[in-house]
């Protein structure tokens, strides 16, 4: 996540067009402002627009605006979110979403940088620069025939993808805590710390919703909370009665072939199957992934050594784990 | 009928969490298509906490224990 925002920095001032791809909840939106905010345009408006929730005949409209009576309803003259948006960023969220009749229109608007609203006969020229965002796989849908290949191009100029929470579990405790702080102020109440509970089912959950998710069940927690810590029974049922698989501890499959079983190498295969989920689980922290394994921080330091697994896990004190 | 093993398995996923903060839930019985637990620690006389973990649990129960109907706070 610390590449994407360094990346933001970098691509902000130019014009080119940029794609962001994420699961839904991920930010999106997010990285689309911070980029507008950090460009040479964000004094000028930034306009986000969602393709999804509008009907097929009224994207065209939205996005270009149409004239009086260029349609039933069409009382008067509306200007479009690309003139709405005129110096600025438009964000095109959804943007697998725009019908293929649509997306031709898009590639024209994208290409020659001028408008025609709905219904009319002038050429607008407008100067925006345009983000997309897509919670799936663009190339794949131009595989499939469902987005056009010269649209794609044009809008996959620089691409960035957003990981999902589940693959950025080591950030789950900062961001439940940030959330927490802001909800509890609202209430004008002080922050409350999560309990040990609390934060090992908040990193077993695989957060479908992403970050959308979690800052949810943290407002929720705000809400609800009456003691001075946030304890198990203030998380959603959702979260606390997940049926994980993911964040499950391995299962031990039986030995099917009747051949001769080293117990040793099987057991070697337990402890590190065991150890390397209990480090994944705890975001790589060695005291939280021994209290796991129900064994003292110093045993697990020795049996990760005389396994040979990759000593990238780190302390609570934050020292490197070879200083010890 | 309901067995004793049917509705450890879905308690014993909340037992970790409730531990960790210093209480425990406790299967005392199951009889007929209901469960009766017993709860102890931090979050009891927590209005909060008694909706989240007694309707949880329940809803959790009859989701995935065919035949489910009740559950009980001793």
Redesign the interface.
């Known amino acids: 996540m610390r590449a994407v925002f360094d990346y933001v920095r970098v691509v902000a001032d130019s014009d080119s067009s940029i794609l962001i791809t994420g699961e839904t909840g991920t930010g999106k939106e997010l990285i689309a402002n911070l980029i507008h905010q950090a460009s040479h345009r964000r004094h000028k408006p930034f306009v986000p627009v969602s393709c999804a929730i509008f009907a097929e005949t009224l994207i065209e409209s939205e996005l270009f605006g149409h004239e009086r009576g260029a349609f039933t309803g069409a009382i008067k003259d509306r200007p479009g979110r690309f003139e709405m948006a005129e110096g600025g960023t438009i964000f095109l969220d959804d943007v697998d979403d725009v019908p293929l009749s649509v997306q031709v229109k898009l590639l024209r608007v994208l290409q020659n940088r001028v408008i025609e609203r709905v219904g009319g006969t002038r050429a607008l020229p407008v100067d925006v620069r345009a983000i997309t965002g897509t919670k799936r796989d663009l190339k794949q849908l131009v595989a499939d025939g469902k987005f056009r290949e010269d649209l794609y191009y044009r809008l996959n100029v620089i691409p960035i993808t957003l990981p999902p929470l589940r693959e950025r579990r080591e950030d789950i405790p900062l961001l439940a805590e940030t959330f927490l702080k802001r909800f509890f102020q609202r209430r004008d109440q002080p922050p409350r710390p999560l309990?040990?509970?609390?934060l090992?089912?908040f990193m077993r959950y695989p957060w479908p919703g992403n970050v959308r998710e979690l800052e949810n069940a943290c407002e929720r927690i705000a809400q609800?909370?009456?003691?001075d810590t946030v304890?198990?029974?203030?998380?959603?049922?959702s979260v606390?009665?997940h049926?994980n698989t993911e964040g499950a501890e391995p299962v031990i499959e039986t030995h099917a072939h009747p051949s001769s079983v080293s117990l040793e190498d099987r057991l070697r295969d337990v402890e590190q199957g065991l150890i390397t989920w209990a480090l994944r689980v705890s975001g790589g922290n060695k005291s939280k992934a021994a209290e796991l394994l129900q064994i003292k921080r110093s045993t697990l330091g020795d049996r990760i050594k005389k396994l040979g697994l990759p000593d990238s896990g780190s302390d609570d004190s934050g020292r490197p784990a070879s200083a010890e | 009928m309901v067995t004793r093993e049917q509705v450890e398995v879905?308690v014993a996923?909340?037992r970790?969490?409730?531990?960790?903060?210093g209480?425990d839930i406790e299967l005392v019985d199951v009889s007929g298509n209901r469960a009766t637990v017993r709860m102890s620690g931090?979050?009891v006389g927590?209005?909060?906490?008694?909706m989240?973990?007694y309707?949880?649990?329940e809803?959790?129960l009859r989701d995935?224990v065919p035949g489910f109907e009740e559950l009980v706070v001793v």
């Open positions: 309990s040990p509970g609390v090992q089912a609800t909370c009456t003691c304890k198990i029974g203030c998380v959603p049922v606390l009665f049926r | 879905v996923r909340i970790p969490f409730i531990q960790n903060d209480g931090n979050c927590c209005p909060s906490a008694s989240t973990l309707m949880g649990l809803q959790a995935e």
